[in-house]
């Protein structure tokens, strides 16, 4: 898999492509219907000859200026067409589409077996890959296998999977399809499969303005107008803007078409190397094979986005020159090479182990337990501490995650003290989850804390806190911002008032002793980033990248912390933030070791925020130079990985598990 900045080029160099097809194939409809529209309302009869005759292009019979008026006409019904679809589709984000399919909320307190297990997939995947778990929805009425991701970025993302799929498909298959859709969300693709929505429904506009005109003129020649020829008119002008529209939309889904068939085979590759199992993923498709309802999707929607789902929603179309996915038996033979094609004959609901049975048998009563799974607590944990402390090279922390991820995720979750994992999948639950990880230790602090929840808070969080305490003496400090990950599909659930006395419950505590400490900072940091664009969202920025060096003084307070962080001598501080700086080449010399008063966490927070909006090389740079400054010393602390965490949510740069650790002991303050 290649890294996030490998993909988001790939990314940028497909829309570029994308925007260069589309933008061609606007300009011909464009200038036919100008072309038509022009001889149409200048139409003389006496001179016939002249205004037909295309090679004739003196400004006296092409007046050019009322061509290009008719031009901007109708070019404005394209962009105002792409531009409703898209702010509509943006108003709503990916739950918009989800819903529009008939799909339902999983909420993350399910205790329907099927509905667990696929959660716990996704939480396992979200965690390894170092995104927050989306929000699932379920499509009930949808008996054939398929899945999708929605969502204009990782922020507001979401899964959709059919009933289906959770049914037919064992942990493994569908453990496949959910690492394909992972794929999308990291690879930047849900932003692509958007604007192709929304450029669609522009050039669809002058079709559906050809119907509508087509069927007015042939409503008036039947009407009080008949004979007046106003009927026929309106009959010509829109057969012509019927036949251009949709000859346009012809060549505008053959264009589709392509793009989202190359995404798929980048897609399944990438599953591939998250899951380390080509087999499951195989498997999965081989069973759409043999499956009488394949992978269609019935709801009438479904057309609309078709170039999202993890195979093919629709009837197979005309030589597949249509179909937004490649061939299923080549998409199998790229996973398993020796299929033949000798599809099941017959597929059956996936059989439940009789260890998951027993095991979701046994935690009836707690139903976030993990069934078919390690148990909680002993020797999950164990192996959790192993694999930290295994270590690999940090510097894969900015590469596409992979197999070893995906199983500390698992034991991460498995690790958890089930009280608190429980409680991070309600709202009541999630919002004690993250007021316990605030309180402080000093017994005084905390009573002072525990005073101003009273006030703050709904009795029911009270009272899953108080519950949920003695369990956090438990909780690793590695866990704390994963599970934050974990509780953010019920924290988007709360209604408005919910949040924001949600927020002003995280505020008070953090400045209940007077001062931010770095876990608070990082904290606030990943909760905002991902609750405010569901509360309050805005219209995205239309500002240009500013260049880096515009940005040396946000650069030099960033990597100044960090080093100032992890090594307490100021010397050696210094020294891992010259080498650092090294990867910024001859620019270099931009920046600077800084004192500790100019790099407050206020500073820092504002740096962040300038940073955020340098272009993708930039981004690259700081976080590979942030890299270096804590890894320096060949060691990490909690303390540095919460911080690293940070600082990437704020590039939205995804960073997988660390595959290494190390205590906090002798950790500077902040």
């Known amino acids: 898999m290649r890294d996030f900045f490998a993909q988001q080029y790939m990314a940028r160099?497909?829309?570029?492509?994308?925007?260069?097809?589309?933008?061609?194939?606007?300009?011909?409809?464009?200038?036919?219907?100008?072309?038509?529209?022009?001889?149409?309302?200048?139409?003389?009869?006496?001179?016939?000859?002249?205004?037909?005759?295309?090679?004739?292009?003196?400004?006296?019979?092409?007046?050019?200026?009322?061509?290009?008026?008719?031009?901007?006409?109708?070019?404005?019904?394209?962009?105002?067409?792409?531009?409703y679809k898209y702010l509509r589709l943006r108003s709503g984000g990916g739950s918009l589409i989800?819903?529009?399919?008939?799909?339902?909320?999983?909420?993350?307190?399910?205790?329907?077996?099927?509905?667990?297990?696929?959660?716990?997939?996704?939480?396992?995947?979200a965690i390894a890959s170092g995104v927050t778990v989306p929000t699932v929805y379920l499509l009930d009425r949808e008996g054939g296998i398929n899945a999708f991701a929605a969502g204009f970025s990782r922020e507001d993302a979401v899964l959709g999977v059919t009933r289906g799929a959770v049914q037919y498909l064992t942990r493994e298959e569908l453990q496949g399809v959910i690492a394909h859709e992972f794929s999308h969300i990291l690879n930047g693709d849900m932003l692509i499969n958007v604007r192709l929505q929304g450029i669609?429904?522009?050039?669809?506009?002058?079709?559906?303005?050809?119907?509508?005109?087509?069927?007015?003129?042939?409503?008036?020649?039947?009407?009080?107008?008949?004979?007046?020829?106003?009927g026929f008119y309106a009959v010509l002008v829109g057969l012509v803007l019927l036949v251009v529209g949709y000859t346009g939309v012809f060549v505008a889904r053959l264009i589709k078409s392509a793009v989202a068939r190359q995404r798929e085979f980048l897609a399944d590759a990438s599953a591939v190397q998250f899951t380390r199992n080509p087999l499951g993923l195989a498997g999965a498709l081989k069973k759409i094979g043999g499956l009488a309802a394949g992978s269609k999707i019935r709801d009438p929607h479904a057309s609309e986005i078709s170039h999202m789902f993890f195979g093919n929603g629709l009837q197979e179309s005309w030589f597949n020159v249509f179909s937004t996915h490649p061939p299923l038996l080549s998409r199998i033979q790229k996973l398993d090479p020796e299929f033949k094609g000798d599809f099941p004959a017959r597929v059956e609901f996936a059989p439940v182990s009789e260890e998951e049975a027993m095991m979701y048998a046994a935690s009836a009563g707690q139903p976030g337990s993990l069934p078919g799974e390690i148990p909680a607590g002993g020797e999950g944990r164990h192996v959790f501490i192993h694999s930290l402390a295994a270590g690999r090279p940090l510097r894969e922390v900015i590469v596409g995650p992979h197999g070893d991820h995906?199983?500390?995720?698992?034991?991460?979750?498995?690790?958890?003290?089930?009280?608190?994992?429980?409680?991070?999948?309600?709202?009541?639950?999630?919002?004690?989850?993250?007021?316990?990880?605030?309180?402080?230790?000093?017994?005084?602090?905390?009573?002072?804390?525990?005073?101003?929840?009273?006030?703050?808070t709904d009795?029911?969080?009270?009272?899953?806190?108080?519950?949920?305490?003695?369990?956090?003496?438990?909780?690793?400090?590695?866990?704390?911002?994963?599970?934050?990950?974990?509780?953010?599909?019920?924290?988007?659930?709360?209604?408005?008032?919910?949040?924001?006395?949600?927020?002003?419950?995280?505020?008070?505590?953090?400045?209940?002793?007077?001062?931010?400490?770095?876990?608070?900072y990082a904290l606030r940091h990943v909760l905002l980033r991902h609750l405010e664009p569901r509360f309050h969202p805005h219209p995205p920025s239309l500002a240009l990248s500013r260049p880096l060096a515009q940005m040396g003084d946000e650069i030099s307070c960033?990597?100044?912390?960090?080093?100032?962080?992890?090594?307490?001598?100021?010397?050696?501080?210094?020294?891992?933030?010259?080498?650092?700086?090294?990867?910024?080449?001859?620019?270099?010399?931009?920046?600077?070791?800084r004192p500790a008063r100019e790099c407050s966490l206020k500073g820092f927070d504002n740096a962040l925020k300038i940073l955020a909006q340098g272009g993708i090389e930039t981004r690259q740079l700081v976080l590979a130079a942030a890299l270096d400054c804590i890894t320096y010393d060949e060691k990490i602390t909690i303390r540095e990985a919460e911080l690293f965490r940070a600082i990437a949510e704020a590039l939205s740069c995804p960073v997988p598990l660390w595959l290494t650790g190390h205590s906090d002991e002798g950790a500077p303050e902040a």
Not at 98 to 110: E, F, K, M, S
Not at 434 to 440: A, K, N
């Open 406 to 456: 995906l199983r500390l995720a698992r034991e991460m979750i498995v690790s958890l003290p089930p009280p608190i994992r429980d409680a991070a999948r309600n709202g009541f639950g999630a919002r004690a989850m993250v007021f316990g990880l605030l309180l402080d230790g000093d017994p005084a602090i905390r009573a002072k804390q525990l005073g101003l929840l009273e006030r703050e």
């Open 13 to 83: 160099r497909n829309t570029f492509w994308l925007i260069l097809y589309f933008t061609a194939a606007v300009a011909v409809i464009v200038a036919l219907v100008t072309v038509f529209l022009y001889v149409l309302t200048t139409f003389n009869l006496g001179r016939l000859y002249v205004s037909l005759t295309p090679f004739n292009l003196s400004p006296r019979q092409w007046n050019l200026a009322i061509m290009g008026k008719i031009a901007g006409v109708v070019l404005a019904l394209i962009l105002v067409g792409t531009g």
């Open 558 to 593: 960033v990597l100044s912390l960090l080093s100032r962080l992890g090594h307490g001598d100021e010397n050696l501080a210094r020294k891992s933030l010259m080498q650092a700086v090294r990867v910024f080449g001859k620019e270099m010399k931009r920046f600077s070791y």
């Open 459 to 520: 009795p029911e969080v009270r009272q899953e806190l108080a519950r949920l305490l003695p369990d956090f003496a438990e909780l690793f400090p590695e866990m704390r911002l994963p599970l934050v990950d974990m509780a953010m599909p019920a924290l988007k659930s709360l209604s408005p008032d919910q949040y924001a006395a949600f927020k002003r419950g995280v505020d008070q505590l953090m400045g209940a002793d007077g001062r931010i400490d770095l876990f608070e």
């Open 98 to 125: 989800a819903q529009l399919l008939g799909g339902r909320v999983i909420y993350p307190d399910t205790r329907d077996f099927y509905e667990r297990r696929l959660l716990n997939i996704i939480e396992e995947m």
């Open 200 to 230: 669609l429904h522009g050039i669809l506009v002058i079709g559906l303005l050809g119907e509508i005109l087509l069927k007015s003129g042939f409503a008036s020649d039947q009407g009080r107008d008949r004979g007046k020829g106003g």
